[in-house]
Every structure is written in structure tokens, then in C-alpha cells.
């Protein structure tokens, strides 16, 4: 079946440190997003990218990095420049005109 | 600019009843509008959407809503709860502009369903 997979479903992150969000789709979309959900805030778009080696920053950018090295992968880097990361990350991609398909989420916390 | 406003973040209806979650949004060129589920610790699922056509829109579960652009609402009906139904609701807004698709979310309203 068709989908997108984003693993870990939780991840711990120490101060001072890196962490990748891993985003996979096998749905051949074009376009991939990066959502960051906080309680109450529904959810704020991090990063996006419509075609491979190009990406655009969303609303709430700072402390975040991407890369689109291939068509089905959008990983996600919180760096430590984020210094409020506790989140649940939301990938999703779509075809331009089409209603964005959703993972599973990533629960990032901090030790 | 486009927003989307869900009234109520929490909303409790009886099992049996019928569930009405609201939704307006704003924006400055014709809107594509979805209703997305979330159930917890995991992502959205698309209920139902408007693009064009028909303004009363029907999804899954049981679950319609009608487009009113001079009310600017999308509200989500469903005339009789289930306990399954229990779960947070987004509406969504989308503007396509310069090959970019732009898409807006509420906050979202968290549905209890009470037995």
C-alpha cells in the first residue's frame, strides 16, 4: 500500500544536540511539507519543497534544517539552535492540486 | 493572506446527537476548503473537501459540509454521533498561487463523545 513513513514515532533529544526526523513516501508526490503541532496551535509549516534539490522555509523555519536529495525522502534536522523543539512533527506530501496525505507523526521530546 | 478560525476547541455532544463543528476562514482569492481527523498520536486523515461545484460536500463517516461563501463557513456536520467519532478536527484552507500550494489550518476542535 501506498503511504508516508516517518520514523521515529518518539525521539529524545539532549541539550546541545542534533536530531533527523526521517520522512519516506512511495505515493510518487511531487511536493512534501514539514509540520510542526503544538497543543491548541494546530499546525505550522516548517519547511516545504515542491521538486528534488529545491526546498522553501514555512512560517517557522529558525532552528530547522531539510534536504530533498531524492523524490520520496524529506528528512527533517532539529538542531540545537531550536531551543523549544517538544513537539509532534507531521510530514505530509501531495500532487500539485490534490489534497495533502499525512504520516504518522514524530513525537520529539527533550531528556 | 488566508486564516481559518474553528470555534470551540472542545466540543461534547451525546452519543446519538448530531455533531456541528465550526469553521470560517478568510481569504482573498477563491479557497479550497477540507475537513482533516486526527485521533491521538497519530496524523490527519481528509474527511472531505471542496474545490468546486457543489457547495454541500459529503465525506466519510458520515460526515458533510457545506460551503457558504457569503457566510465565508465550512461547517461539519454529521447527524448522529458515535463513540468512534471521538477524535480532533481540522478545517483547512488552500490557495494555489505561483505553483505553490499554500494550505492554512485551524487549531482544531477536539470532539468527546459522551455514551
Known amino acids: 500500500d501506498g503511504g508516508i513513513t516517518q520514523s521515529p514515532k518518539y525521539l529524545f533529544r539532549k541539550e546541545g544536540q542534533n536530531v533527523t526526523l526521517s520522512c519516506e513516501q512511495n505515493?510518487?508526490?511531487?511536493?512534501m511539507y514539514w509540520y510542526r503541532q503544538d497543543p491548541g496551535q494546530g499546525l505550522r509549516l516548517i519547511y516545504y519543497s515542491q521538486i528534488v534539490n529545491d526546498f522553501q522555509k514555512g512560517d517557522i523555519a529558525e532552528g530547522y534544517s531539510v534536504s530533498r536529495e531524492k523524490k520520496e525522502s524529506f528528512p527533517l534536522t532539529v538542531t540545537s539552535a531550536q531551543k523549544n523543539p517538544t513537539a509532534f512533527y507531521l510530514c505530509a506530501s501531495s500532487m500539485m492540486g490534490q489534497p495533502q496525505h499525512f504520516g504518522d507523526g514524530t513525537r520529539l521530546s527533550i531528556l | 493572506a488566508q486564516s481559518v478560525t474553528q470555534l470551540g476547541s472542545h466540543v461534547s455532544v451525546s452519543e446519538g446527537a448530531l455533531v456541528l463543528l465550526r469553521c470560517n476562514y478568510s481569504s482573498s482569492v477563491p479557497p479550497y476548503l477540507f475537513w482533516y481527523v486526527q485521533y491521538p498520536n497519530q496524523g490527519l486523515q481528509l474527511l472531505l473537501k471542496y474545490t468546486t461545484g457543489a457547495t454541500l460536500v459529503k465525506g466519510i463517516n458520515g460526515f458533510e459540509a457545506e460551503f457558504k461563501k457569503s457566510e465565508t463557513s465550512f461547517h461539519l456536520t454529521k447527524p448522529s454521533a458515535h463513540m468512534s467519532d471521538a477524535a480532533e478536527y481540522f478545517c483547512a484552507v488552500r490557495t494555489d498561487s505561483g505553483g505553490y500550494q499554500k494550505v492554512t489550518f485551524g487549531t482544531g476542535t477536539k470532539l468527546q463523545v459522551i455514551p
Open positions: 505515493l510518487n508526490h511531487d511536493a
